[in-house]
């Protein structure tokens, strides 16, 4: 990924290949780093390098074990549940003598009923204004 702006002259500057130039030039400021992030002495030595410092951060954060109460002990002592059956749930139906019209319209409901198809007019069956 290139960084690449344009200066207020019009020339194009790859910021990118620029800090990749200067990597190993001291930055300004009071930190005592330079563009990679090592630590330097005064004479501009690299006395710890980032690479370094990073491994040793993760050693660190890897080796913390974390803070966890112990697990209760488990034990293989179950007992026996005997599982007794639910019995079924009896309904209670009661049966309801219907009248002699309701048996012939209940009948008629359960009969299929199929609509006609709907028929095509005709010329003749068109009316004219």
């Given at each position: 990924m290139s960084n690449k702006h344009r200066s207020a002259q019009g020339k194009i500057v790859d910021m990118s290949v620029l800090a990749k130039m200067h990597e190993?030039?001291?930055a300004v400021g009071n930190m005592n780093i330079n563009a990679r992030g090592d630590i330097l002495n005064n004479r501009n030595e690299v006395i710890n390098d980032t690479t370094n410092r990073v491994k040793s951060q993760?050693?660190?954060i890897v080796n913390q074990?974390?803070?966890r109460p112990p697990a209760p002990p488990v034990s293989n002592n179950f007992?026996?549940?005997s599982?007794?059956?639910v019995p079924p749930v009896q309904e209670?139906?009661?049966e309801e003598t219907l009248s002699t019209a309701e048996l012939e319209l209940e009948?008629?409901?359960n009969e299929e009923i199929i609509p006609e198809k709907p028929k095509k007019a005709s010329k003749d069956d068109k009316t004219s204004v």
């Open positions: 190993k030039t001291r993760y050693r660190n074990q974390p803070v007992q026996q549940v599982a007794d059956p209670i139906v009661e009948k008629e409901l």
